[in-house]
C-alpha cells in the first residue's frame, strides 16, 4: 500500500474541500473533512466497502456515495441524538431519492448491534474505508474500533471525527497500543468544540477539521513508524468510572457534575435547573439503575448464570 498517495490525498482535501454539492445536504462535519472522505473512498474502492457510524441528516454518507457511485456506502445510526422531532431518517431517505444515489443503504441500529451482524448486514464485504462519528464516550469509540476490527479490509483506513476530545483520543491511543499492525497516519485538530468557538475559528472549523480528526490505517507491513495522538498520563477520570458504576445513583453522574460546576461558578439559577433536572431523572430512571447501597453496589444478587462453560467436556 502507498500511504504516501493517502497523505497526498490528505493534503489535496485540506486545499479543495469537498467534490461537488449535493441537493440540499448539510450536516455536522467539515468540509476538509468530507473532501477527504471522498477521496479515500475512491482510493479505497478496490479493497471494500466505506461503512459509517453516525449518519445524522446523511452528509458525510450521501456525500461519499455520491462522489463514489461505483462503492458500496453503508451507514449505521440509531437517530438517538440531534434528533428532536424524530425526522432525521425520513430526511435521508428524500435526499438520497432527490440526488438518485443508488448505492447508500442506511442501517437504522444500534452501533454495537449492527457491528456484531457484520457478515449479515454488510454481506460479501469488507470495509475498505470507515468512518467513526456515533456516539463520542469513551468505550463506545473504543469499540466501535474493537467490533470492526475483524471486518476489515487489508490495508482499510479508519477516519475518526471528533478527537478534539481527549476521551476519544485515548480511545484510539489505547486501539493502537493494543493493535500494532495499525498506525495512526494523520491527526489535525482545532482549537475547541465548534459549540464553543468564535465566529472566526467556526468559520475555519466548518471549511476544515471541524472538531478534530484521526486517521488510523491497518499496515500489516509495518511500513509506518509508531505514533499516537496526545493524551493526559493522568487516568484519574477513567478511574472514577469505576466508583460512578458502583454508587447508588451512578446514572445522575452527568446532572451531578453539571450541578456543582454551576455552582462552583456561581451560577445559582443554572445549578438550581440542573438540579430539578437530576431530581426529574431520579424520578423516571429504571429501578433496576438504583443500587440498594450508599457505595460499592455490585448488581449481582440474583446473577442466574451457568457456572461453567457448556463446550466442556462431562
Ligand atoms: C455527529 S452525528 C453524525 C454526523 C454526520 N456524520 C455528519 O457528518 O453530518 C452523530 C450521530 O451518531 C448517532 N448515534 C449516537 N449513538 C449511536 C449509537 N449507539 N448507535 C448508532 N448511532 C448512534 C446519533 O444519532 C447521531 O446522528
Not at 500489516?220 to 513508524?225: E, G, Q, R
Request: net charge negative; with cysteine; aromatic share 8%.
Amino acid at each position: 500500500m502507498d500511504f504516501s498517495t493517502v497523505g497526498q490525498l490528505i493534503v489535496e482535501a485540506e486545499a479543495d474541500g469537498r467534490i461537488g454539492q449535493l441537493r440540499g445536504v448539510s450536516g455536522l462535519s467539515g468540509g476538509a473533512l468530507v473532501g477527504m472522505l471522498q477521496r479515500l473512498a475512491l482510493h479505497q474502492r478496490e479493497r471494500g466497502c466505506y461503512l459509517e457510524i453516525g449518519v445524522f441528516q446523511g452528509n458525510t454518507l450521501l456525500s461519499v456515495a455520491h462522489a463514489s457511485p461505483g462503492i458500496r456506502a453503508f451507514g449505521i445510526d440509531n437517530f438517538s441524538q440531534f434528533d428532536p422531532e424524530g425526522t432525521n431518517k425520513s430526511i435521508i431517505e428524500t435526499r438520497i431519492a432527490d440526488n438518485a444515489i443508488q448505492n447508500a443503504t442506511l442501517l437504522d441500529l444500534d452501533y454495537e448491534d449492527a457491528l456484531e451482524r457484520y457478515t449479515e448486514l454488510m454481506p460479501g464485504t469488507k470495509a475498505g474505508l470507515y468512518f467513526v462519528d456515533g456516539p463520542h464516550d469513551y468505550r463506545s469509540q473504543l469499540m466501535c474500533l474493537l467490533l470492526a476490527r475483524p471486518h476489515l479490509a487489508r490495508n482499510a483506513i479508519i477516519v475518526v471525527d471528533d478527537c478534539n476530545y481527549r476521551h476519544v483520543r485515548l480511545a484510539n491511543r489505547d486501539f493502537l497500543v493494543a493493535h500494532p499492525e495499525f498506525k495512526l497516519l494523520f491527526q489535525a485538530y482545532t482549537p475547541t468544540h465548534p459549540g464553543n468557538a468564535t465566529a472566526e475559528q467556526l468559520e475555519s472549523a466548518r471549511a476544515g477539521w471541524w472538531n478534530g480528526v484521526n486517521v488510523i490505517v491497518h499496515d500489516p507491513d509495518d511500513v509506518l513508524l509508531p505514533m499516537h495522538p496526545p493524551t493526559l498520563r493522568d487516568r484519574a477520570l477513567y478511574e472514577n468510572e469505576h466508583l460512578v458504576h458502583a454508587a447508588k445513583r451512578g446514572f445522575l453522574a452527568p446532572e451531578a457534575v453539571a450541578f456543582f460546576s454551576e455552582l462552583l461558578d456561581f451560577h445559582p439559577v443554572r445549578a438550581a435547573r440542573n438540579f430539578v433536572r437530576t431530581l426529574r431523572k431520579s424520578r423516571s430512571t429504571s429501578a433496576s439503575h438504583v443500587g440498594a447501597f450508599a457505595s460499592m453496589n455490585t448488581f449481582s444478587d440474583d446473577l442466574d448464570a451457568p457456572r461453567f462453560n457448556a463446550g466442556l467436556a462431562p
